[in-house]
């Protein structure tokens, strides 16, 4: 069984920093596509950041610039740094791991971690 824990979140002021982590346990990290996606209040999830097994990264438009993910696989972890934080970033950051196995979506979501942006 696969499970995803997300670590890092908390309370920071405008402008400053934090950096999440999610560690994979039960599977190879390097196996999966790996995403991080966030879900404010009254807001559907939407994603944040995503990185392959391959290493190829992606993020969104709102947050380019200030986030960057990658991943440790031999550390079956993957991060999200994330500067210059924003009220707007308030959200409860969800980590995601996908493959396909056959025709089959193995897709494995972690409890979430809040960040809370405010002064």
């Known amino acids: 069984q696969v499970h995803l824990v997300e670590s890092g979140g908390g309370l920071v002021q405008p402008g400053g920093s934090l950096r999440l982590s999610c560690v994979i346990s039960?599977?190879?990290?390097?196996?999966?596509?790996m995403g991080w996606y966030r879900q404010a209040p009254g807001k559907q999830r939407e994603l944040v950041a995503s990185?392959?097994?391959?290493?190829?990264?992606n993020v969104v438009d709102s947050v380019k610039g200030r986030f960057t993910i990658s991943r440790d696989n031999a550390k079956n972890t993957v991060y999200l740094q994330m500067n210059s934080l924003k009220p707007e970033d308030t959200a409860l950051y969800y980590c995601?791991?996908?493959?396909?196995?056959?025709?089959?979506?193995?897709?494995?979501w972690g409890q979430g971690t809040q960040v809370t942006v405010s002064s």
């Open positions: 039960g599977s190879i990290a390097s196996r999966y596509d």
């Open positions: 995601n791991a996908r493959r396909f196995i056959a025709a089959s979506l193995m897709n494995y």
């Open positions: 990185i392959t097994s391959n290493g190829i990264t």
